[in-house]
């Protein structure tokens, strides 16, 4: 199968059967987005729900976060992966964010590279969901989906390079959601252990399903 006709029958299932896929973070406003996103770095949603209503209920503003210090901020979040570091760089954020954008959550790359600690991806959820822009987040998942499927070549062995093959196939009107096609279908159907091929509407159009035995589906596949 040649890999537009792939995208096709992907794109097709996806639009069909999740036309409103959305983020699972819990989040009241784009600053509160920003803040759950760079707590998510290798950490499921799950668990950064379950400590942002305490953490957004002390600093519900950048403002108010950027007058605390890290050793409070990593009281609300230590059951975070890597908590020291994620609680260092939201001060720093928040700090940034206070003194060069009078607070509000800019909606450009370039600008949301500024801040501490977001990076390209965090920078294209927020574009995204936020913002309801045309970009691309690349995380594990979304890397790794797209790998089986086959929606980009092995040579795409970056999450850039995932990323710049993903908005050259994808239509601009529907890239804000892709990101979320991809990384639920990830979670939740391609897992990146035992991913459940059989079961999987869209087996027929996955390049690894029909290149490797059923049964050992996604175990020599690409990791991120």
Request: proline share 5%; net charge positive.
């Amino acid at each position: 199968m040649r890999q537009k006709e792939r995208y096709a029958i992907i794109l097709d299932y996806f639009r069909k059967t999740m036309p409103s896929a959305d983020t699972e973070l819990n989040f009241g406003n784009t600053f509160q987005l920003l803040v759950a996103v760079m707590l998510s770095a290798q950490c499921t949603d799950k668990r950064v729900n379950m400590v942002t209503p305490a953490l957004f209920e002390h600093y519900p503003s950048a403002q108010s976060l950027a007058e605390a210090t890290p050793a409070e901020v990593l009281a609300y979040i230590k059951s975070i992966s890597y908590p020291n570091a994620k609680a260092q760089h939201l001060v720093e954020m928040a700090k940034r964010l206070t003194n060069d954008y009078g607070g509000e959550v800019p909606d450009t790359m370039e600008k949301l590279l500024t801040l501490p600690g977001v990076g390209r991806k965090t920078a294209n959820v927020i574009m995204a969901v936020a913002f309801g822009k045309s970009a691309m987040a690349v995380d594990t998942h979304v890397y790794r989906v797209s790998h089986r499927l086959g929606l980009v070549d092995k040579k795409d062995n970056t999450p850039f390079k995932v990323e710049q093959k993903l908005v050259k196939n994808i239509p601009q009107e529907e890239m804000h959601i892709a990101h979320h096609w991809l990384l639920l279908h990830g979670r939740y159907t391609c897992t990146s252990r035992n991913p459940k091929c059989e079961t999987c509407a869209i087996h027929d159009a996955c390049a690894e399903y029909h290149s490797n035995a059923s049964a050992s589906c996604g175990e020599n596949g690409p990791r991120p």
